[in-house]
C-alpha cells in the first residue's frame, strides 16, 4: 500500500469528528526574536538549577520504584505557595496537579465531561479548550464576548449568564487573564456564571494570574462555599519553567478526589515532582522577572498605540494588538525580519510575548518600520 491509501485507511478507523481536524501548535523557527509562545525569555537561574540537579540526583537511584502516587510533597508546596500569594488559605487536599495545566484541565473533562455532554467557553479564548473538550467527545459551544468598539473583548454579566442559561453547559471554561486577548474578568462575572450553571463545573483558567496589574482580583477568593469551582494555575509562564510542565488548580477537595477516578497512574514521574519542588523552593527567584516582563508589556502597548496600531491592555505577559490592514501579511512582514509574533486566527489582530528589553526593542523596530502598510489608518 502507498502512504495515501495507509492515511486513507487510518482515516477510515478514525473518530469521526477527529477527521480532518488540525492538532494545536505554534510555529517554532529559528528565528533571532521568538515571541509567539507566551514563553519566559529569561533562563533559570544559576542557583535554582543547582538545586533541581541535586534533587534529579537524588531520586534518580530509586526510579526502579514507581513515583509517590499522591505526589503529596508537591502537593504542600503547591497549597503554600498559592496561601502566601493570594492570602487565601489553601490546604493539599484543594490541590491537583498535572504535567502541564493542560492534563489538569483534561482531568476535569473525563471526569465532568465527555459523551453527551456540553462544554461552553467565551471566544476568542485559549484553544486548547475546545480540543480538551471534543477529544472526550463532549460537544463544544463557542460563546461569544462582547462587540463594542471600545472593549471588543470583554464579557459581561448579562451576556455570559445570558448564555449559560441557554445552553444549559457540563462545564464553563473562563479564562483570566484570557488568552490571547490579554484581558481579566471581574469577580461578578464569575459569581454570576457559577450561579447560573446549577449543573456544571466552573474552570477559571489563571495561567497568567501573575502578570495582572494591581487590583486584578483571583478566582481564588471565591472558592469557598462553591464546590464546582475550578481554578487552574502553571508553572510555565511567571516561573519560567514551561520546559518542566507542571500545571496544577485548586478546587473543593470533593472534586480534586474525582479526578482520581481519570488520572493516569503514577502520572506525574518522581523526576517531574523533583524539578517542580525545586523551583518552588526558590519561587522569589522565579518570579523575579515578573516585573521586568510586565514592563516591557506596558512599554509595547504604549508605543504600539503611538505608531497607529490598536493594541489591547493586558493582564498577561503578552499583548494583542489590532489595527492592521492583513494579519497574515504584517505576520509575514515581521518575520521577514527576523521577529516571530503569534497569528491567533483573529482577523486583523496579531499576538506577541513580552521578553526581554533587547527583543522588545527588536520588536518595536519591526512594527515601526512597516507600519504605514499594515496598519488600517482609515479605522483610526
Given at each position: 500500500?502507498?502512504?495515501?491509501?495507509?492515511?486513507?485507511?487510518?482515516?477510515?478507523?478514525?473518530?469521526?469528528?477527529?477527521?480532518?481536524?488540525?492538532?494545536?501548535?505554534?510555529?517554532?523557527?529559528?528565528?533571532?526574536?521568538?515571541?509567539?509562545?507566551?514563553?519566559?525569555?529569561?533562563?533559570?537561574?544559576?542557583?535554582?538549577?543547582?538545586?533541581?540537579?541535586?534533587?534529579?540526583?537524588?531520586?534518580?537511584?530509586?526510579?526502579?520504584?514507581?513515583?509517590?502516587?499522591?505526589?503529596?510533597?508537591?502537593?504542600?508546596?503547591?497549597?503554600?505557595?498559592?496561601?502566601?500569594?493570594?492570602?487565601?488559605?489553601?490546604?493539599?487536599?484543594?490541590?491537583?496537579?498535572?504535567?502541564?495545566?493542560?492534563?489538569?484541565?483534561?482531568?476535569?473533562?473525563?471526569?465532568?465531561?465527555?459523551?453527551?455532554?456540553?462544554?461552553?467557553?467565551?471566544?476568542?479564548?485559549?484553544?486548547?479548550?475546545?480540543?480538551?473538550?471534543?477529544?472526550?467527545?463532549?460537544?463544544?459551544?463557542?460563546?461569544?464576548?462582547?462587540?463594542?468598539?471600545?472593549?471588543?473583548?470583554?464579557?459581561?454579566?448579562?451576556?455570559?449568564v445570558a448564555q449559560v442559561r441557554?445552553?444549559?453547559?457540563?462545564?464553563?471554561?473562563?479564562?483570566?487573564?484570557?488568552?490571547?486577548?490579554?484581558?481579566?474578568?471581574?469577580?461578578?462575572?464569575?459569581?454570576?456564571?457559577?450561579?447560573?450553571?446549577?449543573?456544571?463545573?466552573?474552570?477559571?483558567?489563571?495561567?497568567?494570574?501573575?502578570?495582572?496589574?494591581?487590583?486584578?482580583?483571583?478566582?481564588?477568593?471565591?472558592?469557598?462555599?462553591?464546590?464546582?469551582?475550578?481554578?487552574?494555575?502553571?508553572?510555565?509562564?511567571?516561573?519560567?519553567?514551561?520546559?518542566?510542565?507542571?500545571?496544577?488548580?485548586?478546587?473543593?477537595?470533593?472534586?480534586?478526589?474525582?479526578?482520581?477516578?481519570?488520572?493516569?497512574?503514577?502520572?506525574?514521574?518522581?523526576?517531574?515532582?523533583?524539578?517542580?519542588?525545586?523551583?518552588?523552593?526558590?519561587?522569589?527567584?522565579?518570579?523575579?522577572?515578573?516585573?521586568?516582563?510586565?514592563?516591557?508589556?506596558?512599554?509595547?502597548?504604549?508605543?504600539?498605540?503611538?505608531?497607529?496600531?490598536?493594541?489591547?491592555?493586558?493582564?498577561?505577559?503578552?499583548?494583542?494588538?489590532?489595527?492592521?490592514?492583513?494579519?497574515?501579511?504584517?505576520?509575514?512582514?515581521?518575520?521577514?525580519?527576523?521577529?516571530?509574533?503569534?497569528?491567533?486566527?483573529?482577523?486583523?489582530?496579531?499576538?506577541?510575548?513580552?521578553?526581554?528589553?533587547?527583543?522588545?526593542?527588536a520588536f518595536l523596530a519591526a512594527?515601526?518600520?512597516?507600519?504605514?502598510?499594515?496598519?488600517?489608518?482609515?479605522?483610526?
Amino acid at each position: 500500500m502507498t502512504e495515501t491509501t495507509d492515511r486513507a485507511a487510518l482515516d477510515a478507523l478514525l473518530r469521526e469528528d477527529l477527521r480532518g481536524a488540525s492538532p494545536y501548535g505554534a510555529p517554532q523557527l529559528d528565528v533571532p526574536v521568538r515571541l509567539n509562545t507566551n514563553e519566559s525569555s529569561y533562563p533559570v537561574p544559576a542557583e535554582v538549577v543547582a538545586d533541581i540537579t541535586a534533587r534529579v540526583a537524588a531520586v534518580a537511584p530509586s526510579l526502579n520504584r514507581y513515583p509517590d502516587r499522591e505526589f503529596t510533597e508537591l502537593r504542600t508546596a503547591l497549597a503554600a505557595y498559592l496561601t502566601s500569594t493570594s492570602g487565601v488559605v489553601v490546604g493539599p487536599a484543594q490541590v491537583w496537579a498535572g504535567n502541564g495545566s493542560n492534563e489538569v484541565l483534561q482531568h476535569v473533562v473525563l471526569a465532568f465531561g465527555g459523551p453527551g455532554r456540553t462544554a461552553l467557553g467565551f471566544t476568542p479564548a485559549y484553544s486548547m479548550h475546545p480540543l480538551i473538550s471534543t477529544g472526550t467527545g463532549m460537544a463544544w459551544v463557542d460563546g461569544l464576548r462582547g462587540s463594542g468598539p471600545d472593549a471588543p473583548f470583554d464579557l459581561t454579566v448579562e451576556s455570559a449568564v445570558a448564555q449559560v442559561r441557554e445552553h444549559q453547559p457540563h462545564v464553563v471554561f473562563l479564562c483570566s487573564p484570557n488568552n490571547p486577548t490579554g484581558t481579566a474578568l471581574s469577580l461578578e462575572v464569575v459569581e454570576a456564571v457559577y450561579a447560573a450553571a446549577e449543573r456544571a463545573v466552573v474552570v477559571v483558567d489563571e495561567a497568567y494570574a501573575e502578570f495582572a496589574r494591581p487590583g486584578t482580583p483571583s478566582a481564588l477568593t471565591l472558592l469557598e462555599g462553591r464546590p464546582r469551582l475550578v481554578v487552574t494555575r502553571t508553572m510555565s509562564k511567571a516561573f519560567a519553567f514551561a520546559g518542566g510542565r507542571l500545571g496544577y488548580l485548586a478546587a473543593d477537595p470533593a472534586l480534586v478526589d474525582a479526578l482520581r477516578l481519570v488520572r493516569l497512574p503514577y502520572h506525574l514521574s518522581a523526576p517531574t515532582q523533583a524539578i517542580a519542588l525545586g523551583a518552588l523552593a526558590h519561587a522569589d527567584q522565579m518570579l523575579g522577572t515578573v516585573e521586568a516582563i510586565k514592563e516591557q508589556r506596558d512599554r509595547m502597548v504604549t508605543r504600539l498605540a503611538e505608531l497607529g496600531y490598536a493594541p489591547v491592555a493586558s493582564d498577561a505577559n503578552f499583548v494583542l494588538f489590532g489595527g492592521l490592514v492583513d494579519a497574515a501579511d504584517t505576520w509575514r512582514a515581521l518575520l521577514d525580519r527576523g521577529v516571530l509574533v503569534r497569528d491567533v486566527g483573529i482577523p486583523h489582530y496579531l499576538r506577541v510575548t513580552a521578553g526581554t528589553p533587547a527583543e522588545t526593542d527588536a520588536f518595536l523596530a519591526a512594527v515601526a518600520e512597516i507600519a504605514d502598510t499594515a496598519t488600517d489608518r482609515s479605522a483610526s
